[in-house]
């Protein structure tokens, strides 16, 4: 078998297009400066050759991956819209992502273990934990963490940015108060996390301040498969719910085919249904689904300012971004 020949490098695209090797580091460099007449002489020398950058070089040189790694310990909608938005976003700085995923209840230490080896720049937690020791660990290194829709975690160098869970909580139990509903219910996702402990202490608080009992309650572990049991055990009370917020739209979108479809009652006048999130699915015609929107792009924002921080920037415990409550056909009873 013939050896394969060695690729070109930068000292022959160069040559070829007459500038310096310099300037072909510059080419290829986002944001660097380069007369444009002598970046297009530079790209086309480096079409003919088929010259391609060495990025893991260039990052040993820079003590810079470019990488930012991502572990994700959920395939709910929501975070999947977040992630193709700050993949978008980091492109644009010339950075890329590495993703893993979390399998079942496990921490993201192993694999934030392995992201460490490739020298990424920062990592990014989305609806993954992370063990202590760990998150010091990243800090010694000098490696930027950030938490999605997470509480703020007493480490140095680790940030958390998240929605109003507890405001959007509150503003879903005193619209559903206002449309007349008496009778409510409350799905939760998965019990231990924050967002489900806040989302609940939300609801619960205002229903309580205004002389009303504490929800009826039901567990749907934010996925469809559980919130169809729930849904079931709810609407099977007597007296049954007339309103259920569920901690994520996933939940409420099955609650409204199992109330529509088993239950045979009418979204709205009979039962009023709210979620949380504004997934895309929420506001198609066949759900029309009351819900508390959290800003992605507001969101995303914030995430990659302190992903592309400098090195010397020590990012902020904690940001929130409020949301906006969405009032849509499923909580209207007239």
Not at 127 to 135: D, F, G, N, T, Y
Not at 263 to 276: D, H, S, T
Request: hydrophobic residues 45%.
């Amino acid at each position: 078998m013939s050896k394969r020949p060695p690729p070109p490098s930068a000292h022959d695209v160069a040559r070829l297009a007459g500038v310096s090797q310099a300037a072909v580091s510059r080419a290829f460099t986002p944001g660097a400066s380069i007369a444009a007449a002598t970046r297009d002489k530079v790209l086309e020398a480096a079409k003919a050759l088929g010259y391609r950058p060495n990025l893991l070089a260039r990052s040993l040189i820079k003590g810079r991956s470019g990488i930012v790694g991502v572990v994700i310990g959920t395939h709910y909608p929501f975070f999947l819209t977040a992630l193709d938005a700050l993949s978008t976003r980091l492109s644009r700085a010339g950075k890329h992502i590495l993703i893993f995923t979390v399998e079942g209840d496990a921490t993201a230490d192993a694999h934030v273990e392995d992201l460490l080896k490739y020298r990424v720049d920062a990592l990014l937690l989305m609806a993954a934990s992370l063990s202590s020791k760990l998150a010091q660990r990243c800090r010694d290194e000098g490696v930027p963490i950030v938490s999605f829709n997470r509480p703020a975690r007493k480490v140095q160098g680790f940030a958390s940015i998240s929605g109003d869970s507890v405001g959007g909580g509150g503003k879903i139990a005193a619209h559903l108060l206002q449309q007349g509903y008496r009778r409510l219910a409350f799905m939760a996702g998965v019990t231990e996390t924050s967002t489900n402990r806040e989302r609940e202490a939300g609801f619960t608080d205002h229903l309580i301040i205004q002389g009303l009992p504490a929800p009826v309650r039901e567990v749907g572990h934010f996925r469809r498969e559980g919130a169809i049991e729930a849904a079931r055990s709810l609407l099977s009370r007597r007296p049954r719910p007339d309103a259920i917020f569920c901690a994520n739209d996933d939940m409420a979108l099955a609650t409204i085919e199992v109330a529509r479809y088993e239950f045979g009652l009418e979204i709205g006048r009979e039962l009023g249904v709210a979620g949380f999130d504004d997934i895309e699915q929420a506001a198609w015609p066949s759900f029309n689904l009351t819900t508390y929107s959290l800003p992605v792009d507001a969101v995303i924002e914030r995430v990659a300012a302190i992903l592309l921080a400098s090195d010397a920037a020590e990012p902020p415990a904690f940001s929130m971004v409020e949301g906006e409550l969405k009032v849509r056909r499923s909580t209207q009873r007239d």
